[in-house]
Each structure stands twice: as C-alpha cells, then as structure tokens.
C-alpha cells in the first residue's frame, strides 16, 4: 500500500469511528446498503416531498389486497435520509395500508435505533413521503387513470 493509500485508509478509520458514535448499527448499514432504492413507474401510490432542510424523498408502493407487496425509494438527501428511506422501504412492505398510515417519525427512530437530533427530520422526511404515497394510492384507486398523468 502506498503513503497515500495509507492515509486515506486511516482516515477512513477515523471517520467511521466517528460514525459508529453518532449513528447506530442499523443506521450505518441501511446507509451503506441501502435496500429498494429506485422508483417504479406507473407504481400504485407515489409521492415526492421536500422536508424542512430541502432535501427531497421519493417513495413508490405496489399494493395488492389492501397490502403492500413492494415499496421503493430515492432520495437527494443526507446519509441519514438515505439510511431511513432504506428502513422505512423495510417497514411498510408487507404491511396492510392500515398498518402501514401508523408509520410515523417516532417509529421509524424506534426501529432504527434513534437518530442524533440534528438528524431526527430526515425520519420526518421518510415517514411524510410514505403517508403521502399512501395518500396518492387512495387517491388513485378512486381516479386510476390520473396515476398515468402523473410523473413518474
Ligand atoms: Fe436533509 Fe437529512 S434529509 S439533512
């Protein structure tokens, strides 16, 4: 390994040791793997919303009997944002629409094991974007045809 390489590989230490700090287990994977990532076209529910920081998420579901067989994400944000779409992609899929409007900021913190404080709205962001995409499947199962006039 070159001086260089060496560097950069103890910085990369040092970062992640600050990380693991802040952030939990759950956290640091979902936001190094994140799962589901994407967005379906012609989905069944989708939405897009900008949280208080300007950062926006996008969140698509299919939903078959009233339950959601798959939800997908995107996101411009933050590590943070990108660890709690992947969670809350986690969360809804396999969830009944009933089930699935209880996911809130609180329960995403919960199950991801908390967020620092200045990193809480990212939840906020996820959990918002979800009910809205709910919000449009609902929408769209009284008007199907708007969902093919909408983008994506
Ligand atoms: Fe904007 Fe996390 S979503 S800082």
Redesign the pocket.
């Given at each position: 390994m070159s001086d260089i390489e060496n560097i950069a590989d103890e910085l990369q230490k040092q970062i992640m040791a600050e990380v693991k700090l802040k952030y939990s287990q759950k956290v640091i994977d979902s936001w190094q793997h994140p799962q589901n990532w994407g967005i379906m076209h012609h989905a069944d529910g989708y939405a897009k919303v900008a949280?208080?920081?300007?950062?926006t998420?996008e969140i698509s579901i299919t939903v078959k009997n009233a339950t959601i067989k798959k939800c997908t994400y995107d996101?411009d944000?933050?590590?943070?944002?990108i660890a709690?779409g992947s969670i809350i992609t986690e969360m809804a899929t396999g969830k009944t629409i009933e089930q699935a409007k209880k996911i809130n900021q609180e329960r995403v913190l919960a199950f991801c094991g908390g967020l620092p404080d200045?990193?809480k709205?990212?939840a906020l962001?996820a959990a918002n974007t979800l009910q809205c995409a709910i919000r449009d499947y609902k929408n769209n199962k009284r008007a199907p045809w708007k969902q093919y006039y909408r983008s994506p």
């Open positions: 949280g208080p920081c300007g950062d998420m996101t944000g933050c590590g943070p944002s709690c200045e990193s709205h990212c962001l």
